[in-house]
């Protein structure tokens, strides 16, 4: 079983220090190249699928979390006010009362609807020292984030646009949910009192799951505390859950900023305000994504694509070359010379990057290379060109596949 922090140290991924911390890791190099490749797929996604993308500050004042709910139902896992000459601001543990504060600062119609706002955003959780664990749980949190501002006939529509939107990362990241969870109040818990609002909620999302066709479990104490959800759950080796992704359906908090829009009468109508986000957490998405792929990431993700090996250094030139190519090309790759062992030692080295392109005296001469893939396939000489085209291929395509037969010239 890998475990993520173990793998994501020895990989040169992310670490963490006393003196910035518990709680806050910081990004290697390698580890910040798969965030920024995670976050980009996650920005096209949503620009496809109709999105626009905003940023907000991470501070608010109290009055704004207030107003929300927050600070009744959640103040617990909140930082500490801090004073600002009369005013005291907080960092916020959501980023959906700022989306709100967005929606509300000019007028909408029934025609811009649903109007989809997106961002990846930092939030902070005051979570306590002994529940912190690498980058599962954090108090620094950058989250993949959006909110639908939408009439009441288009609510189940988006949720299961939104379900399909996370059925389409996992497959492109190589991850398979545990479960499905229906998440709705439970005793005891700080929820908001509005009865109507959670049974049209719980109506709305059981289904959108029951026309999806997914099995799903309902589970009691695991709602928002202003509304029910639907939870995408994912194991790790030990059997141990989490949740990633999340659809919410929100009646509290359009009516607590008093969200509105004018309709095709004339009048002022309520939004419904639908939460969604298909990775949730960067830095849980990646713990679970180093564990899942023993950091064999998918070549699209990973930190090197390509490494490019010179038997020896009379084909360094070339191999450079090949290198500042697949820079032109958009690919990740490293040049790794004699200098650094024997071709053998240089293989194993590179055994989690997903192309080795070694380069002989053969390949130098005729301008092909002699691919070896990570799963130990090993490919016949390609004209260089042709090579990097097939994989910029698969890598453009969100692929989990390494390689794919050339079509025949007939199309069959």
């Not at 830095?283 to 994504?289: D, I, P, S, T």
Request: aromatic fraction near 8%.
């Amino acid at each position: 079983m890998s475990d993520h922090r173990k793998l994501g140290r020895e990989l040169g991924l992310f670490d963490t220090d006393p003196l910035i911390g518990a709680g806050l890791p910081y990004w290697l190099p390698d580890g910040a190249t798969v965030r920024h490749t995670l976050e980009e797929y996650i920005r096209d996604a949503e620009r496809r699928a109709g999105y626009r993308h905003v940023y907000s500050p991470v501070l608010g004042k109290r009055e704004l979390y207030e107003l929300s709910g927050h600070w009744s139902h959640y103040s617990d896992d909140m930082f500490p006010p801090m004073e600002l000459g009369a005013e005291q601001v907080v960092l916020r543990p959501s980023l959906c009362p700022h989306h709100a504060v967005i929606y509300r600062s000019h007028g909408h119609s029934y025609r811009e609807l649903p109007l989809r706002m997106a961002e990846l955003g930092g939030m902070y959780r005051s979570e306590l020292s002994g529940v912190l664990g690498g980058l599962t749980r954090v108090r620094a949190i950058q989250l993949n984030d959006a909110h639908i501002f939408c009439t009441l006939d288009q609510v189940a529509d988006e949720a299961a646009a939104a379900l399909e939107m996370i059925r389409r990362a996992y497959e492109a990241l190589g991850i398979t949910p545990a479960r499905y969870r229906l998440s709705l109040p439970g005793p005891g818990g700080k929820y908001v009192a509005a009865p109507e609002m959670w049974r049209r909620s719980t109506a709305l999302l059981t289904d959108v799951l029951d026309r999806s066709g997914l099995a799903y479990e309902a589970v009691e104490g695991e709602a928002a505390f202003y509304g029910p959800k639907i939870d995408v759950q994912v194991a790790d080796g030990a059997g141990r859950e989490s949740t990633l992704s999340t659809v919410q359906i929100d009646f509290h908090q359009p009516e607590r900023f008093d969200l509105h829009y004018i309709g095709p009468d004339g009048a002022r109508h309520r939004p419904v305000m639908v939460h969604r986000s298909i990775i949730g957490s960067v830095e849980r998405a990646v713990a679970h994504l180093i564990e899942e792929h023993g950091g064999a990431f998918p070549a699209w993700l990973a930190p090197t694509q390509l490494v490019v090996l010179p038997i020896s250094e009379a084909e360094l030139p070339h191999a450079e070359a090949l290198v500042r190519r697949c820079v032109d090309l958009g690919l990740r790759a490293e040049l790794a010379g004699p200098e650094r062992g024997s071709l053998g030692a240089r293989i194993r080295e590179a055994r989690l990057v997903p192309y080795q392109a070694v380069v002989g005296a053969r390949e130098a001469d005729d301008g092909r290379v002699a691919l070896r893939l990570r799963d130990g396939r090993r490919l016949d000489p390609l004209p260089s060109d042709e090579a990097l085209a097939r994989i910029g291929a698969l890598v453009a395509a969100y692929s989990t596949e390494l390689w794919t037969p050339r079509p025949s010239p007939s199309g069959d």
